[in-house]
């Protein structure tokens, strides 16, 4: 799968398109494939190094939109 990744910590320009393994899906959690996401002033933080215990390669986004891709025991509706 596609994603934005910093191999190394500075700013927004070490964001590069990554291809990454798709996740596993946990149980009680949802696969969305996501249509527009979001980096947060907290993951701006994390990027520059600003966050103690941070690890690079990172992928940041934690915020944004999407459709289920994959529902496992949820119970909810693929698609949706």
Same mark, same amino acid.
């Given at each position: $799968?596609?994603?934005? $990744?910093?191999?190394?910590?500075?700013?927004?320009?070490?964001?590069? &398109? =990554?291809?990454?393994?798709? /996740?596993?899906? #946990? &149980?009680?959690? @949802?696969?969305?494939?996501?249509? =527009? #996401?979001?980096?947060? &002033?907290?993951?701006?933080?994390?990027?520059?190094? %600003?966050?103690?215990?941070?690890?690079? &390669?990172? @992928? /940041? %986004?934690?915020?944004? #939109? %999407?459709?289920?891709?994959?529902?496992?025991?949820?119970?909810? =509706?693929?698609?949706?």
């Amino acid at each position: $799968m596609q994603a934005m $990744m910093a191999e190394q910590f500075g700013s927004l320009e070490y964001l590069k &398109p =990554a291809e990454v393994p798709k /996740p596993a899906l #946990a &149980p009680g959690r @949802v696969l969305v494939r996501m249509a =527009a #996401a979001g980096v947060t &002033p907290l993951e701006n933080t994390i990027l520059t190094g %600003g966050m103690p215990g941070t690890k690079a &390669p990172l @992928v /940041p %986004g934690s915020e944004g #939109a %999407g459709v289920i891709d994959e529902a496992g025991d949820t119970g909810l =509706a693929v698609g949706t």
